[in-house]
């Protein structure tokens, strides 16, 4: 059974950095894509960015400079680095994998931002 928890969340003032990581278990890690979501109150889920298998990354455009997606295959990790964060930058942060055609979820984390 595939597992996704995350940690580093938190509250950080507007301009600060959080690190984000997500630790899987029950799968074969480097064959699945990884990726971040967040989902803001009243919001749709949204895409944040993506890891490849191959190493490539994708980011929204909102986030696109500011974060950074970087997986460690060695220790079944995903990370997201948030710097210059910003109020509309709150919500829960979710963690995904996708392997053979089913996607997996994390619980989730908070990571709320003060201006």
């Known amino acids: 059974q595939v597992q996704l928890v995350e940690s580093g969340g938190g509250l950080v003032q507007a301009g600060g950095s959080l690190r984000l990581s997500c630790a899987a278990s029950?799968?074969?890690?480097?064959?699945?894509?990884m990726a971040w979501y967040r989902q803001a109150p009243g919001q749709q889920r949204e895409l944040v960015a993506t890891a490849t298998t191959s190493g490539n990354t994708n980011y929204a455009d909102s986030v696109k400079g500011r974060f950074t997606i970087s997986r460690d295959n060695a220790k079944n990790t995903v990370y997201l680095q948030m710097n210059g964060l910003k109020p509309e930058d709150t919500a829960v942060y979710y963690c995904n994998s996708y392997f053979l055609g089913k996607h997996y979820w994390g619980q989730g984390t908070q990571v709320t931002v003060s201006s």
């Open positions: 029950g799968t074969i890690f480097s064959r699945n894509v």
